[in-house]
């Protein structure tokens, strides 16, 4: 297993709304998990998370490699903040030997300020929220069929109600990612103060 860091252009990327942190998890050579997070930290705990207390690679990592997983991250507790991806790096290389890849990105979001903005909200606990925007519903629907795409061993097997309806996709991601908490919000932007404000109520996830 290997962790990549992968950067746009040559200049360092600093943490902030712009920037995204990617985690993408593999296993017999097909992409079992990959989502976004707001600072290389929040990702190094995900990634430790869903490695150890998670059904994700389910085969893969048994009860004694999960521990061995959980072991090495907390050796490394003094590298949580200060050095994350180097945590990521040595968990990836622990997972080696059961076949499972650990991919991290870190890429620059494109800042423009588009008229709406059509949004899902993953509150994963207290203080860990994901926030990801859209410039169309159909993008967004989009982006959760592919997040509700990946826990399915093959692909295309998502219901058809549910792919014709966001608010359905959204609560097939969020069973997937329990306790974890998906909520679909649309914003538009204020010309006046140049900031998003709510166009209604955050939409409910049935």
């Known amino acids: 297993m290997t962790a990549t860091g992968i950067q746009v252009g040559s200049e360092e990327l600093v943490p902030g709304p712009d920037t995204a942190y990617d985690l993408v998890i593999c296993h017999e050579d097909r992409i079992v998990f990959h989502d976004h997070y707001a600072s290389p930290a929040f990702r190094l705990r995900m990634c430790a998370q869903l490695l150890t207390a998670s059904d994700v ?13 959980h072991e ?6 003094a590298q949580w903040e200060s050095a994350p991806d180097s945590v990521v790096n040595a968990i990836a290389k622990l997972c080696r030997r059961w076949g499972v890849q650990v991919y991290v990105s870190t890429t620059r979001k494109k800042t423009e300020a588009p008229a709406a903005l059509y ?13 990801e925007h859209f410039t169309s519903r159909e993008a967004r629907r989009v982006s959760l069929i592919e997040r509700a795409d990946m826990f399915f061993r093959a692909p295309g097997s998502i219901p058809e109600r549910v792919l ?10 969020s069973a997937f990612l329990m306790p974890a908490n998906v909520l679909l919000t649309e914003t538009v932007l204020d010309q006046a103060d140049g900031h998003y404000k709510p166009s209604g109520r955050p939409l409910p996830i049935l």
Not at 60 to 69: G, K, L, P, T
């Open 119 to 131: 949004s899902v909200i993953t509150e994963y606990g207290p203080g860990q929220t994901v926030a």
């Open 164 to 173: 014709a309806d966001e608010q359905r996709l959204a609560a097939l991601v």
């Open 72 to 77: 090495l991250y907390q050796s490394r507790s």
């Open 57 to 69: 690679v389910p085969g893969a990592i048994d009860a004694s490699a999960a521990n061995e997983v």
